[in-house]
T-cell receptor, first 112, second 112 residues
Framework: QKEVEQNSGPLSVPEGAIASLNCTYSDRGSQSFFWYRQYSGKSPELIMFIYSNGDKEDGRFTAQLNKASQYVSLLIRDSQPSDSATYLCAVSSIQGAQKLVFGQGTRLTINP | EAGVAQSPRYKIIEKRQSVAFWCNPISGHATLYWYQQILGQGPKLLIQFQNNGVVDDSQLPKDRFSAERLKGVDSTLKIQPAKLEDSAVYLC??????????FGPGTRLTVT
């Protein structure tokens, strides 16, 4: 079982709709959870992080964390073509200080 | 604030040759990471430095990969000899001591 799992997609969403990206993790002691966006040919860019159970909102983005289910998600409201990218879920391992384990990423396409 | 700098941006070598990558982190960031990202996968941590000491190199193929961070600032990652499966993007990231990591533009390595 992979430590951090994401559906690789591609996920296709019409412009203006809500895009929902999901991630599960295996280490029950994980404490910190991150979403990175990676445009094709570019490096990952941090867009959200969440530490506590529940929802965290930042503009059109909402991160949701459920530690009991070992599940974290990212919702993108009012999706724009510029949101088309690969979204990487990353989890902070308790084994090493400040160490992130990444999922394989979900490729999201927003259709105009 | 200047971001993480990496060079070269692209490199093509033949198998069994050697190659070196350079990274200059964001000023003041004590933690530096090298990741390998194979096409279609998430970044995989190769080595983590705290100042000039190694925190985690458990996934570094030490028979062919080496890395150093002299004086706790710049870092170099070397591959010798390269194999076809080393073709990937090598990402450097730095952190100010939190779980938030900032990535450089990466070096795309092609081994033929």
């Amino acid at each position: 079982q992979k430590e951090v799992e994401q559906n690789s997609g591609p996920l296709s969403v019409p412009e203006g709709a809500i895009a929902s990206l999901n991630c599960t993790y295996s280490d029950r002691g994980s404490q910190s959870f991150f979403w990175y966006r990676q445009y094709s040919g570019k490096s990952p860019e941090l867009i959200m992080f969440i530490y506590s159970n529940g929802d965290k909102e930042d503009g059109r983005f909402t991160a949701q964390l459920n530690k009991a289910s070992q599940y974290v998600s990212l919702l993108i409201r009012d999706s724009q073509p510029s949101d088309s990218a690969t979204y990487l879920c990353a989890v902070s391992s308790i084994q090493g200080a400040q160490k992130l384990v990444f999922g394989q990423g979900t490729r999201l396409t927003i259709n105009p | 604030e200047a971001g993480v700098a990496q060079s070269p941006r692209y490199k093509i070598i033949e198998k069994r040759q050697s190659v070196a990558f350079w990274c200059n982190p964001i000023s003041g960031h004590a933690t530096l990471y090298w990741y390998q990202q194979i096409l279609g996968q998430g970044p995989k941590l190769l080595i983590q430095f705290q100042n000039n000491g190694v925190v985690d190199d458990s996934q570094l193929p030490k028979d062919r990969f080496s890395a150093e961070r002299l004086k706790g600032v710049d870092s170099t990652l070397k591959i010798q000899p390269a194999k076809l499966e080393d073709s990937a993007v090598y990402l450097c990231a730095s952190s100010p001591g939190t779980n938030q990591q900032y990535f450089g533009p990466g070096t795309r390595l092609t081994v033929t």
